[in-house]
């Protein structure tokens, strides 16, 4: 729908602050901004039917981390004294994706 | 966001039930859905901040309505027992914006 000259492009074009399509398997919504929104009110108004959200960014967040780097230096770095639930690179290999996955699953459900 | 190969679309495809992508401008969201979502839950969720909604489609709604017709069989039909603000093709011509807008104007604002 982000694409030169479809209908919700040109409509963006246009000057709309919000646009959205819909049918009866999909919904989309672009909407322009005045600051980068945080990934709690993402959550909240977005994603609040969704059981597990995975956010790639958002390093300045408190949550807890999945941290892809393979040197103690990056992983130190991308912690940011957060909880840490994997590290990826150093300790899972980048196709682990069970052992990752089983380390989600603990920390959701328990 | 929605093309073949991006990240968003890569988590799409991989099965994420909602998609979403953040910046300090633009926020957009791709949500799986099971059913059409109505207009005024489109309305409620996503365009609360909005003070006007043009809607394309929609021909069930209740909502006051512009009509693109020439025929008034057409006219007529599309106008389903709704109020109509403007009829495009016979009456406007399709070029009039500052008329359509002034009758667009004169409903939200008086």
Chains 1, 2 share one sequence.
Not at 10 to 27: H, R
Not at 84 to 90: F, H, I, S, T, W
Request: hydrophobic share 45%.
């Amino acid at each position: 729908m982000d694409i030169e000259g479809k209908d919700t492009w040109k409509y963006a074009n246009a000057g709309a602050d919000t646009v959205a399509i819909s049918s009866s398997v999909k919904f989309a919504v672009i909407k322009r901004v005045e600051r980068e929104i945080t990934i709690d009110e993402i959550c909240a108004r977005y994603f609040e039917d969704i059981d597990i959200v995975l956010a790639d960014g958002f390093t300045l967040s408190d949550k807890p981390r999945i941290i892809v780097a393979d040197s103690s230096e990056d992983i130190e770095s991308f912690k940011r004294g957060c909880e840490v639930l994997a590290v990826v690179g150093n300790g899972f290999g980048l196709d682990e994706v069970e052992g990752i996955v089983g380390k989600i699953r603990l920390k959701v459900m328990g």
